[in-house]
């Protein structure tokens, strides 16, 4: 089974740089995605990670660890309009999605 | 920007009516999913399809039924609307590919009174 945690919530101050953390069980996956989701609308994709490293997208860097079974979303300078949950989802060979629970981020002005 | 579509956006209807939530994409994606989603709660898929006249229940249980008659059209079937289907109701498709980079669409949000 693939089990998949991110912390509940989470709090920052616009303008900073704020860290959300994803671990994971899984016997094995393609890729790692990370979604954006305001409330009551959509998830939008943000990143994907196949490999072991960084991968930067203005703003927003995501980064895998496999051997760890670690990987976190990395936003800077933050904005008021990145409050919204943060999706941690696992893409296998079946062809689906397993999501993690999210992270609720509140930038605070 | 994808383009899938779904309808109603919102629906308020009564016990035990048969409702169905619509879905279209027009990329031609072949893999199309249905995920529901309460308030604050994680996305569960409920169906998949790999393409036209494919099904596939997903990891979580539910009452509703799907179809896929035609490459961009995945409706979603209630035969029989109760309160415990509140809920939101969220459509995506995926490229072909390892990659499977889900496109999601705007959701249902149902309320069944």
């Known amino acids: 089974g693939q089990n998949i945690d991110q912390p509940t919530e989470m709090t920052a101050t616009e303008g900073a740089i704020v860290q959300i953390n994803c671990t994971y069980q899984t016997s094995g996956f393609n890729g790692l995605f990370w979604y954006q989701q305001h409330a009551g609308e959509a998830p939008t994709f943000l990143s994907y990670?196949?490999?072991?490293g960084l991968e930067e997208k203005g703003r927003f860097s995501s980064f895998l660890s496999r051997s760890k079974g670690y990987s976190y979303l990395l936003l800077k300078e933050l904005q008021m309009k990145d409050s919204a949950s943060y999706l941690c989802?696992?893409?296998?060979?079946?062809?689906?999605?397993?999501f993690g629970t999210g992270t609720l981020l509140a930038v605070q002005p | 920007e994808a383009d899938i579509y779904q309808t109603p956006r919102y629906l308020v209807i009564g016990t035990g009516k048969k409702i169905t939530l619509e879905c279209s994409q027009t990329m031609g994606h072949d893999k199309m999913y249905w995920y529901q989603q309460d308030p604050g709660m994680e996305l569960h898929l409920i169906h998949y399809s790999y393409g036209v006249n494919s099904t596939e229940k997903g990891d979580l249980s539910s009452e509703s039924t799907v179809s896929r008659i035609r490459t961009e059209h995945f409706p979603l079937t209630l035969e029989s609307a109760r309160p415990s289907h509140t809920s939101q109701y969220l459509c995506?498709?995926?490229?072909?590919?390892?990659?499977?980079?889900?496109?999601f669409g705007p959701g249902t949000r149902l309320t069944v009174l």
């Open positions: 989802a696992l893409g296998g060979a079946t062809n689906k999605l397993i």
């Open positions: 995506a498709s995926s490229e072909p590919g390892s990659r499977n980079e889900q496109f």
């Open positions: 990670n196949v490999l072991d």
